[in-house]
């Protein structure tokens, strides 16, 4: 068993020991920065996505109206990215559903209910699995129009007389840029939801919302139900044994 810098191994005792008991109704200030953030959050990730999700459902008008003026190859291009509209129709509606969540979490917290740490815990979960799929498909739609762009650009240069090497290097470094700030920028916004969903695990903070601070001790102290089932099985599994061969 890991030792404990406590004299007992009831959570209760424990926080008595700790001093969390004390801190039970104690709100930190971390938690109040976390609460304007989920509403700046909400507000800001809401009217986005509703801005968003309008103007990919106007998309299609909008190219049938104007498509007559279009270049062909902003035609080309457009119809390929056409096809990931389901899919960013779909990811709009998950990050509106996502702010309506964090604003929720942001009242919760407030109130202090007793499921406002869970329930931010699903929302940081969901918010890091939108950005890592939305990084995907970026990468996606870039790769599906990558070769226009490159034979474009390509011919543009022989149209002026340029050596097409020079827009090669510029397409790969204009790639490798493209991957480094949109990876970077994945890695920051999980690091970021990573990070609360670590403070929050803080046994001060489970204190606050009326949680368990130290749930591993009473597991040790109380066994859990699935266990004693499964040792009241291995008795009546030893009992029928010894009857059998009793017989």
């Known amino acids: 068993m890991q030792d404990y810098p406590y004299a007992s191994t009831d959570s209760a005792t424990v926080l008595e020991e700790s001093g969390l008991a004390s801190k039970r109704q104690d709100w930190s200030t971390g938690l109040t920065w976390i609460c304007i953030l989920f509403v700046l959050i909400g507000v800001t990730g809401g009217f986005s996505a509703a801005t968003n999700l309008m103007a990919a459902l106007d998309q299609g008008v909008v190219t049938e109206k104007f498509g007559g003026d279009t270049p062909e190859l902003q035609k080309e291009i457009m119809t390929r990215l056409s096809h990931f509209m389901p899919f960013k129709i779909f990811q709009e509606i998950v990050k509106f559903g996502l702010a309506v969540a964090f604003l929720m979490s942001a009242l919760l917290m407030f109130g202090r209910q007793s499921s406002a740490r869970r329930f931010v815990m699903m929302a940081c979960t969901g918010a890091i699995a939108y950005h890592v799929a939305g990084t995907i498909m970026n990468f996606m739609m870039l790769a599906s129009v990558s070769d226009i762009i490159a034979e474009s650009s390509r011919a543009a240069m022989r149209s002026m007389g340029e050596d097409e090497t020079i827009m ?28 609360i969903m670590v403070y929050l695990s803080r046994p001060h903070i489970r204190a606050v919302f009326g949680e368990n601070a130290f749930p591993e001790l009473d597991e040790h102290a109380n066994p859990s139900a699935a266990a004693e089932a499964a040792l009241a099985g291995e008795n009546t599994e030893n009992e029928s044994a010894y009857s059998f061969t009793a017989d």
Request: overall charge neutral.
């Open 168 to 195: 090669n290097d510029m397409l790969g470094a204009a790639v490798t840029g493209f991957t480094i700030v949109t990876c970077t920028m994945m890695a920051l916004r999980a690091g970021f939801y990573s990070l």
